[in-house]
């Protein structure tokens, strides 16, 4: 099957530093928080600027830790109604979630100024938003999902530079995978750096230390890090890759009643999934997946109808009803591309 994951290849490329990174941490027996964890700290901190970073055990776990460090509980959260499920129901545990409808890119709409005690904006398929666009109340947290959009730029600026906190995962499907899960958070503040920390080792800096917040157990595991670490040294190539993958889809496609996901304007994509909306997304899903190729849904759920709410989301079920997304990662063969294509064009035939 022609799969949107390749981790057998990226193993097949990194193996040699990743094997050496495995001996390494298993005879030094340092298995949490050392030095693959300190060194991808360090480079997520270099490619956004950001004072302060730290990986966390999963980009869910990143978000949660994140809220608990600001103390939003029971609190107002402004959500987008549209994206993967965790970047609203870490939010809507323990807050009062108010859910706004996307744009044309599946983006939050960021038409009106947020009231809120914070607001969750999402990078979704590797596009940003408009920060300079995004109002706020001075007192309103900005915390951004940047699961999906590490190495995208928002005008020539890396995405996880802005909010008061920026999150990033990492695993099978990101833009630096790794074989298993783990997320980060980067920050500015400095009086942040111990509550992130207690938040993130179930609410103590130390074993002895007092208990000093809510906490969960987020401590990183070098086997994790050591992916992390040497994706970064690739991540550059590796999206060059990827926007070669959409452009030869873009224009292979340009003829067929296809609306394709483009970054906006102000944005330079990291092009982490090839997203199009048609108006018969299930029969070209089923056709394709007939054909061995691995297009996915992403994504279905209109938040609002579980968790609530009274607006309508228009966008929202545009979305839900029409977009599929097909394998772009940088391992695909030039050969797997153009059956992906030629699949594609042979349904709408």
């Known amino acids: 099957m022609i799969s949107n994951m390749a981790g057998d290849r990226v193993f097949k490329q990194i193996h040699e530093r990743l094997t050496e990174a495995y001996k390494h941490i298993h005879s030094s027996g340092n ?7 300190n060194s991808a700290e360090k480079k997520l901190k270099f490619i956004t600027g950001r004072r302060h970073a730290k990986l966390v055990t999963t980009g869910t776990t990143a978000i949660q830790t994140a809220l608990l460090a600001w103390n939003l509980v029971n609190k107002s959260i402004a959500c987008t109604n549209y994206s993967y499920i965790a970047s609203a129901n870490q939010a809507a545990l323990l807050n009062d979630v108010d859910f706004f409808d996307v744009d044309e890119n599946a983006l939050i709409d960021i038409g009106e100024k ?35 959009s590490l190495g995208a730029k928002y005008k020539g600026v890396h995405d996880g530079s802005f909010g008061d906190v920026a999150i990033f995962s990492f695993a099978s499907n990101k833009p630096v995978p790794t ?36 906490g969960l157990n987020g401590t990183p595991f070098e086997l994790q890090a050591a992916w992390i670490d040497i994706g970064l040294d690739h991540m550059g190539e590796w999206q060059v890759k990827r926007k070669q993958i959409h452009n030869f889809y873009f224009e292979a496609f340009k003829d067929l009643p296809v609306e ?38 992403h994504y279905t759920d209109n938040f609002a109808g579980y968790f609530g709410s009274h607006k309508k989301f228009p966008k929202t079920d545009l979305f839900c009803k029409s977009i599929i997304t097909l394998p772009n990662h940088a391992w695909m063969t030039d050969g797997e591309v153009e059956t992906v294509a030629n699949s594609v064009k042979e349904f709408y035939r």
């Open 31 to 37: 298995w949490i928080d050392d030095r693959y964890t």
């Open 114 to 148: 947020f009231t809120h005690d914070a607001v969750i904006p999402v990078s979704l398929y590797g596009n940003t938003i408009d920060y300079d666009n995004l109002k706020t109340c001075d007192e309103t947290k900005i915390i951004v999902d940047c699961a999906q």
């Open 179 to 214: 074989a298993g899960t783990h997320g980060a958070l980067v920050w500015d503040d400095d009086t942040m750096t111990d509550k992130i920390k207690a938040v993130s080792v179930n609410g103590k800096l130390g074993r002895d230390a007092p208990i000093s917040s809510m």
């Open 260 to 297: 394709i996901i483009q970054a906006p304007a102000y944005c330079e994509s990291n092009y982490h999934k090839f997203a199009m909306r048609t108006h018969d997304r299930d029969g070209l899903h089923s056709h394709l997946v007939g054909k061995n190729i691995l297009a996915l849904k």
